[in-house]
T-cell receptor, first 112, second 112 residues
Framework: DTEVTQTPKHLVMGMTNKKSLKCEQHMGHRAMYWYKQKAKKPPELMFVYSYEKLSINESVPSRFSPECPNSSLLNLHLHALQPEDSALYLC???????????FGSGTRLTVV | GENVEQHPSTLSVQEGDSAVIKCTYSDSASNYFPWYKQELGKRPQLIIDIRSNVGEKKDQRIAVTLNKTAKHFSLHITETQPEDSAVYFCAPHPPNTGKLIFGQGTTLQVKP
């Protein structure tokens, strides 16, 4: 298995909703990442997990809460989001933090 | 932190021509230099990478060259085809951080 699987592919949520994005990989990668991408912009780093521990939080607002339940799974919990949080959320993984990434297909999030 | 600049921001070539995209970075400790391709509506995909102990790497029609002294690396695509049309991102890696910062992207259009 050489893929990173993200669910759901699309999500529409209200500003008072709570939802979660899920990411899964079975390549034995020890580093996992969340990125946010707006249209016509590069991906922006949000969080880095290394060996299931949060190693980098790029000053992301607390309405985004990451979780790494085990070495194959990464979640992003969403609560009280704003319309400007609408974007493509990409999960990625790599063998180590100095290696190339494999990206998932992303979750296209719309906040209404 | 790492400052990354990519040039040009857009590039239009005729099918069969060559294309070159340059990435300049600021952190002299960076030691891994990947290029990602993102087609419209799809995930970024790693297409070629190079480590700091190598000056050039080729994979069929694509190549990456590295000048560590000048702190830049370039993507070369020969015999371009319409399916090469995409946004290309460089993402130089400082060591042991997992903090991958993408360049602003180059939109390549290959005209048949």
């Amino acid at each position: 298995d050489t893929e990173v699987t993200q669910t759901p592919k699309h999500l529409v949520m209200g500003m008072t909703n709570k939802k979660s994005l899920k990411c899964e990989q079975h390549m034995g990668h020890r580093a996992m990442y969340w990125y946010k991408q707006k249209a016509k912009k590069p991906p922006e780093l949000m969080f880095v997990y290394s060996y299931e521990k949060l190693s980098i939080n790029e000053s992301v607002p607390s309405r985004f809460s990451p979780e790494c339940p085990n070495s194959s799974l990464l979640n992003l919990h969403l609560h009280a989001l704003q319309p400007e949080d609408s974007a493509l959320y990409l999960c990625a993984s790599s063998q180590g933090t100095g290696d190339g990434y494999t990206f998932g297909s992303g979750t296209r999030l719309t906040v209404v | 932190g790492e400052n990354v600049e990519q040039h040009p921001s857009t590039l239009s070539v005729q099918e069969g021509d060559s294309a070159v995209i340059k990435c300049t970075y600021s952190d002299s400790a960076s030691n891994y230099f990947p290029w990602y391709k993102q087609e419209l509506g799809k995930r970024p995909q790693l297409i070629i990478d190079i480590r700091s102990n190598v000056g050039e790497k080729k994979d069929q029609r694509i190549a990456v060259t590295l000048n560590k002294t000048a702190k830049h690396f370039s993507l070369h695509i020969t015999e371009t085809q319409p399916e090469d049309s995409a946004v290309y991102f460089c993402a130089p890696h400082p060591p042991n951080t997992g903090k991958l910062i993408f360049g602003q992207g180059t939109t390549l259009q290959v005209k048949p």
